[in-house]
């Protein structure tokens, strides 16, 4: 797989912008080509989260992409830029190759007018300026109105994460404040317009402001994904001896006991390629669950009957569909990870962290 380093450039200058011939003021319109195109990288992508039709949280709680109020204040920036450069800390990863993901930039602009047609409303003009507000009574609101959804620390949950840097720099304090008072039609976030006051209101969307994670980011080290001869780990080693939970599934402690004891066997990571690059089990593969073409790396994979493990992030959807790619392709000798990584993680089995190092960053401004 041909996979591109991550551009610093790139990630600071946030440069997606509308390719040639699609001006925003002309109202941007796609070919019939390039729609299918769009229509067709979504359910490669997308869909697996955020769902055939759009309607959100179907895995990781993903939020709905049907919503008129998230159309109507969030494309193209808001929508792109998360697409993009995904939600650290999130399990939605970065989308934009220059980070790590598979979308070219006219393929993130088509994606995005693509998603925006699907919406019948008309867009909303919401302002760049910051709002004033208490940020004392905010944290109040929050905890009363907000917490149960979307965490004590905003960290997520049912509702969207928004104690997150990613969201919060690249969103105004309007699309804010416009999602607080009108909600998210067609999910569990309803509008707040007539329950909470002004004040109320521009309390917590300053609170919430507050939350960033400040003007620095870590960025991963890249690294390659390990050759063909090296995707076989501990190659002398005998087969594991899985008791698979529904014939599927190995449990963390049965798959960290392997590694401890060097188990033969393959593990593939089916995460986007980004997230395997930042943190991954040791001596996996990355095999994206979006990758079309399985027969190219199934055939580096050993045909011998080795144990071959799929993981995905939480917890197992991307794996089990990779699992039925390889199964179709005659692999029989293959496990799912019940737990997933973040279970992985959680139980405090070992990962390997990309070297990071802190980077300035400047404020966002929308591009011209």
């Known amino acids: 797989m041909n996979i591109k380093k991550a551009s610093l450039a790139a990630i600071v ?7 040639s011939g699609f001006a925003q003021s002309e109202g941007p319109q796609l070919t019939d080509e390039e729609a299918e195109k769009a229509a067709s990288q979504y359910q490669q992508y997308c869909a697996l989260c955020h769902g055939d039709d759009r309607q959100g949280h179907v895995n990781d709680h993903a939020p709905s992409l049907k919503s008129k109020s998230l159309m109507a204040t969030g494309f193209p920036w808001a929508v792109m830029y998360a697409t993009a450069y995904g939600r650290a800390g999130t399990p939605m990863a970065p989308f934009f190759e220059e980070v790590g993901g598979p979308l070219s930039r006219e393929d993130m602009w088509h994606m995005g007018v693509w998603l925006r047609q699907q919406v019948d409303v008309e867009d909303v003009e919401l302002s760049r300026e910051p709002i004033k507000g208490d940020i004392t009574l905010g944290e109040q ?3 009363r ?3 149960e959804c979307h965490g004590d620390q905003g960290e997520g949950g049912k509702g969207t994460a928004l104690a997150n840097h990613a969201m919060l720099a690249f969103t105004s304090d309007e699309f804010l404040k416009y999602a607080i008072l009108n909600g998210r039609d067609g999910t569990e976030m309803v509008g707040f317009a007539d329950k909470l006051s002004e004040d ?10 507050s939350r960033s994670m400040g003007w620095t980011l870590e960025k991963a080290v890249y690294r390659e994904p390990p050759p063909a001869d090296k995707y076989v780990m501990n190659p002398d080693g005998d ?4 008791e698979l939970k529904d014939d599927m599934y190995v449990m963390s402690a049965d798959l960290d006991r392997a590694f401890r ?3 033969r066997m393959v593990l593939l990571d089916t995460r986007n390629m980004a997230l395997w690059q930042a943190a991954n089990i040791e001596g996996s593969v990355p095999l994206p669950y979006y990758y079309e073409d399985i027969d190219e790396l199934a055939e580096d994979l050993p045909t011998d009957g080795t144990m071959i ?7 197992r959807a991307a794996a089990e569909s990779v699992n039925r790619k390889l199964t179709a392709k005659g692999f029989e000798n293959t496990a799912v990870l019940w737990e997933g990584m973040q279970g992985w993680i959680a139980l405090g089995y070992p990962i390997v962290m990309g070297q990071t190092e802190e980077v300035a960053v400047a404020p966002v401004h929308e591009p011209e």
């Open 200 to 209: 109320e209101v521009d309390g917590v969307t300053a609170f919430i402001r």
């Open 13 to 19: 200058s946030l440069c997606i912008v509308p390719v």
């Open 309 to 315: 493990v799929t993981y995905c992030e939480c917890p």
């Open 145 to 147: 109105e907000c917490s």
């Open 141 to 143: 609101v929050y905890a």
């Open 261 to 263: 004891e060097g188990r």
């Open 239 to 242: 087969a594991p001896d899985f």
